[in-house]
């Protein structure tokens, strides 16, 4: 069985597909955005310019919450360069700015999962050199490129990207009233043992692909030749597999709580017990165990980060625009990328941002925050699927749509 997600015969996007954003419901990028929201107040005055500063400037195309005002003054001064940020929530909007010439307009990039591959494909980014980002060799074992493969060309085996931070679609459950083995499954979601006291997410995109890895694992066609000759990718689903799915997914909704809008929402319905589980960011889970280790909540909660089926994943990546050629800027590109995932900043994110981080911080942190921040769990990565677009967004949204009305 060949190995999923991050690998080298991992989910890719095909040439033929038109990216899509994530669909309806709470946007990870906007809790990413909530937990920063005081970093981000901080950066606005001092530090956030527009894309079209002074020429001495470096232009980025970022997500706000990874912006730390003191780590960007320091750069600033050593470097003697003014820098200057323009904020996207999506990647499909991201990706439309680099399409219309944002080449031009931006020096750095970010992205995530699959993402990068299609950027450099078209062009819009370019090749970057390890050897001048001395951090990476602080990345853990599976974000490097030997075993990493979603950042590194194919045809010439260059990099094009370095991985930034990381998270998952795992499930967070309350471990007095759901057993381990129970919550090691995507199953636990649809067991009826559980009625009434569970709850997923409003996302139709990340509902459907947990759910469709479940339905392929019951029909035995998850391991078996796909119609388009890839490993399996569910966001790739076969139309006998939807069924499957819209089948699955109307019998789970006599049995939830509710659907979830935010993580504030989900945080009171597993504390209060009326959740027993629910599948999230781990954002929750950590809100959790830090209330908790102050004594606030006596109840113990855990996290599978990926279900024996396998589970949906993210990582974020820094990338270099394609109209940064040789030279002093391509230098300072790289630069910045190596400040920005250095184990001092890498902890300051991972603070700031409520995220996982590919760089190793085990050093930096204490043993209560490695366990938090999943530091020693990076190895359960081999086993997700990318978060990816749907191949068929109509027929998702049809799927979606009937079991609403069911």
Known sequence: MKPHGFNPAGNRLSATQAPRGPGGGVNRRQMLKTLAAGTAMAVAAPY?????????????????GYLLPEVIAAFEEKHKVTFAPTFFDGNSEAYNKLRVGGTKDFDLVQADGFWPSLYFREKLIRTVDYAKIPSTQELFPVFKPDQYKLLTDDATGVQFGVPFCWGSYGIT??????????????????DPAFGGKLSTSARFEENIALTGILVATRMGTKDKPRPDGKSFNPYVLTDEELDGVEKLLIEQKKLLLTRYQDNATLAQLLESGAVVAAPEFAQVYRQLLNKQAKGEIDTTFAHTLVPKEGGLGWVDTWLVSSGVADGAKFDVCQ????????????????????????????????????KLYLMDRTGELASMYMFDQPSSTEKWERVWSRMQAA
């Open 173 to 190: 459950y309350n471990t007095a009233q759901m057993p381990a083995e129970k919550a090691a499954s995507i199953e636990c979601l649809f």
């Open 48 to 64: 956030i310019r527009p894309a079209s500063a002074a020429a001495s400037s470096l232009r980025a195309l970022m997500w706000e």
């Open 335 to 370: 630069s910045f990328i190596d400040t920005m995932t250095s184990k001092e900043t890498m902890k300051k994110i991972a603070m700031a941002s409520g995220c996982s981080t590919t760089i190793d911080i085990r050093s930096l942190s204490t043993p209560e925050e490695q």
